[in-house]
């Protein structure tokens, strides 16, 4: 009975996403490069201090792009690693540890590995030591076909935990160009931006005037670092002839580990609510770029990162009616529905917040539209929704249920 009913909700998923509009396979046989960028949060996006944006290229970018500004993460104790693996299988992270330690042999319909079969050359780019969150052993189970990690990496330009942003993506875009064939499916993840967010003196640009000398204010520095290295990225992709033909799609993988609702409060100039707070942590940005800078917009319905694999093999043509996912197609015309490990999520109406213990009861229920507590009864469908997806997605993982279902 079990089997049969996590079955039928994958189905029943696969079935709501089935979309043949427009966009289904417009962007067939592009390059996808996604970057998946350390620490990076909406809050920032298109925000200024002292009279300088924080993200000058992102919001660049945004003009071409989609932009999805309710994009929330969906990761849990495992950080990067789950922000990685539930964009690339769609399934949600473990409520404890992270899937690419735990179980990293277990079967998981993967975005490496269907591009793979479909005639792209895959690879993952990290420069950091290819042991950390056994990136070694996951991503040779994911498919890639390449894992280019710190030994890849000529270390010219030390910051950090290991090399700068801007190198590693100059390095990046030359392995890529250079060693694949197209299509290619390049995922990139980002590391200078990492707490503790320090940086020398020299790449320290941004004048965050009052936060000058706290985290808060380094945040903001290693944010416009990152940020300068991403439009550097583009460039290079334009001087090496690809930016035409390829899908640049870019998020943040989680949230930045300062929790202390003062300093947000003074950089936003306003006072925060509960509800504020929990939409700040839990929110990065996805901006999506199409060639031909299609479907450019800002998009308020909700998304998150489990949303990826279905929708990249939407724009890309590649069915998912038969593929364990359980993300939304952002291109598809279906309902959105968005679960945080926590248990919160949102259907873009209302936005629940659970309480420490778990219990419905406990929780509290906010709409949308007012931003304002509302009567807790709308929640519960919704409730029951997240525990039911959050538990599928845990026995699929844990007791390895697609090698029986394959
Ligand atoms: C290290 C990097 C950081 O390889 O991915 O991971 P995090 O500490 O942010 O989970």
Known sequence: EEHKEIQRWFRE?????????????????????????????????GKQIGGEEITPHLNQLI??????????????????SDADFSSNSSLHPLPTGSVFVRFPSHNYDMLPQILGEHGYETGAYHAYEGSF??????YKAMGYDHFYN???????????????????????????????????????????????????ASERKLDVGEFQGTLFGSYLESVHYADEALGQLIEGMKQKGIWDHTILYVYGDHDNSLKDKEPYEQFLGRSLSEFDMHQIMNQVPLVIHLPDNGQAGVYQEPAGQ????????????????SYYMMGNDLFGSGERFVALRSGAFTDGRVYYTPSADGLFEHGECYS???????????????????????????RVIQYNLLREYR
């Open 306 to 321: 489990l949303d990826m694999a279905p929708s990249l093999l939407h724009l890309l043509g590649i069915e998912t009616g």
């Open 150 to 200: 710190k030994q890849h990496y000529m270390m010219d330009e030390p910051l950090g935990w290991s090399l700068g942003d801007k190198s590693f993506f100059r390095q990046s875009l030359d392995f890529m160009t250079r060693e694949s064939r197209q299509p290619f499916y390049a995922f990139l993840v980002t590391l200078t931006s990492h707490h503790p967010y320090q940086l020398p």
């Open 63 to 80: 003009k071409d792009s989609m932009y999805f500004a309710s994009y929330y993460h969906q990761t849990g104790q495992g950080r990067t």
């Open 133 to 138: 969150w056994n990136r070694n052993a996951m």
């Open 13 to 45: 998923a696969a079935e709501k996403r089935k979309a043949h509009n427009d966009t289904f396979a417009a962007y067939k046989n592009s390059n996808v490069i996604v970057v998946q960028v350390e620490a990076l949060m909406n809050f920032v996006i």
């Open 368 to 394: 949308l539209d007012t931003r304002e507590l509302t009567d807790l009864e709308q929640c519960r469908r919704g409730y029951e929704e997240a525990k039911l997806r959050l538990s599928i997605s845990d």
